[in-house]
């Protein structure tokens, strides 16, 4: 008996304190689906202000009703997109497809800050009201063609600018909310989750993107996927849909990418990469058994640039990247975002694997070249500025001829520069241009396109003929 009453006396010392524990309170279900809800409007509330919709005029190849051809006839074409400011003086990033080609940029910021408790017939006539307010004029600042990326700049000042989220950070499963236009429907808003943290659209892309099942639909391109602190994860840029809309598959390139573009382009109106004179591609099974390779996957050096910096440094056909600057790389992406992130005037430290050995190599790496830079040293602002173009311009004389090696034609005015002004946006002209005739009249001087832009009056049609990156092609507009 006593054994028994021992275990029961045991039983009973550990139970009792058990008794007096307070069970946790239960909350409400109504109360959480309500704490969530609450959440949600005050990162609307707080993300909204900085989400703007762009609208772009450009000419765009039209088809033939009779005989289904396309690019016959170019007609004006209106093009909605959505962007979001990350600088309070103005800058906004949008994709490059949505301000491509572009004639004229305007910008509608599509919500002010408002408290989330405010009266609910002010907010419905506030989000009415902010529908109609007035588009501004925007000049675009730069384009990172590869990427999709675009920034463009408008005059204002002390605007609410989104951060940057981590993108280490991003797990699979995250709740994200995406801003934007979709079908030209301003201040949009939808929620999903992060599908998957990298996307390559091939295997040898150089990017990656984020996949997510937010609804994302045509008009959101340019918009942000931000996460639950309203920072910017990710920027919308394509679906993947057999009906136009949205299907649950969406993709936003990375903040981190975004970032460093956004930098660059600010600073500089492109990208100043840092070039080392190789080509790489991902090395999958198939390739690794027929070339004999010691691994069937990472990145692979498919070309040496002769005479450039890789091949000066020792690196040679089909070695192996393994690193760069002390990081270790494991695909293509990877390793082109560590070049992009790569500090200007420094060496690139890279790592190789070539058969079973391992081999340190110091390359030092150059800067893409670009025309602008090349003319800076020649601008005078105040007599190279053309007003009614917004653009800084130069004459083409033999000695530039041979320093722009390429052109097609040796005399006009090139853009050396873009005015902060709705002109540049109005006509299309970017950095690099060459405008070789106005209306058919060849240009020789800054002065004489100055003069002849001075002599069009307001709705008179003009056709600029120009050349741009090899190509000729004419850029038409009204006088505003």
């Known amino acids: 008996m006593r054994p028994l009453t021992r275990v029961i006396t045991l039983s009973v010392s550990v139970i009792l304190p058990l008794a007096h524990a307070q069970p946790a309170p239960r909350q409400n279900p109504l109360q959480i689906l309500d704490s969530f809800s609450q959440s949600a409007q005050a990162l609307a509330a707080r993300v909204s202000p900085s989400v703007v919709q762009i609208s772009v005029t450009r000419f765009a190849p039209q088809d033939d009703g009779e005989t289904g051809r396309t690019g016959v006839t170019l007609d004006r074409q209106q093009v909605v997109g959505s962007g979001s400011i990350i600088d309070s003086e103005g800058y ?28 609910p017939d002010r907010t419905i006539s506030d989000t009415l009201a902010q529908a109609l307010a007035p588009e501004v004029d925007a000049t675009l600042v730069g384009i990172f063609k590869e990427l999709d990326m675009a920034l463009i700049k408008i005059p204002a000042h002390d605007l609410p600018a989104l951060k940057f989220a981590d993108y280490r950070k991003l797990r699979q499963g995250q709740v994200v909310f995406a801003f934007g236009s979709r079908q030209g429907l301003g201040n949009s808003m939808s929620m999903g989750v992060v599908s998957s943290v990298a996307r390559q659209p091939d295997q040898d892309s150089p990017f990656v993107y984020i996949q997510t099942d937010a609804p ?33 598959i969406g993709f936003a390139i990375p903040s981190t990418l975004i970032e460093l573009s956004a930098d660059q382009l600010k600073k500089y109106g492109h990208m100043h990469r840092q070039l080392i004179g190789i080509g790489v591609q991902t090395i999958t099974p198939p390739l690794a058994d027929a070339l004999k390779l010691p691994r069937d996957s990472g990145v692979l050096v498919s070309d040496v640039l002769p005479k450039g910096p890789a091949e000066e440094a020792g690196v040679k056909l089909n070695d192996i990247v393994t690193a760069v600057d002390g990081r ?3 695909n293509v992406p990877m390793f082109t975002t560590a070049l992009l992130s790569h500090p200007a005037g420094e060496h690139v430290k890279l790592e190789v694997m070539r058969g079973k050995e391992t081999i340190p190599l110091d390359i030092e790496a150059v800067e893409e070249s670009h025309k602008s830079d090349r003319l800076s040293d020649l601008i005078d602002p105040d007599k190279n500025r053309i007003s009614q173009l917004g653009i800084v311009g130069i004459a083409i004389v033999p000695e530039l001829a041979e320093m722009l090696q390429g052109l097609r034609g040796q005399y006009g005015v090139i853009v ?6 709705s002109s540049a946006s109005m006509t299309g002209l ?12 060849a240009v020789e001087s800054v002065d004489q396109l100055r003069s002849t832009m001075q002599k069009f ?21 009204e006088v505003e």
């Open 92 to 119: 906004i990033v949008t994709n490059a497809h949505v301000v491509n080609n572009a004639l004229r940029i305007r910008v509608h910021r599509l919500a002010q800050a408002a408290p989330v408790n405010q009266d």
């Open 216 to 248: 994302i639909n045509p008009g959101d391109s340019g918009g942000p996927l931000v996460n639950t602190a309203g920072e910017i994860v990710g920027m919308d840029t394509f679906i993947l849909s057999q009906s136009g809309g949205s299907e649950g």
């Open 328 to 330: 270790r790389i494991e």
């Open 416 to 421: 050396a520069a873009l005015s902060a002004s």
């Open 430 to 441: 970017q950095v690099g241009d060459v405008i070789h005739e106005v209306n058919g009249t």
């Open 457 to 477: 009056k307001r709705n008179d049609s003009v056709a600029l003929f120009i050349e741009r990156d090899g190509k000729l092609q004419y850029l038409a507009f």
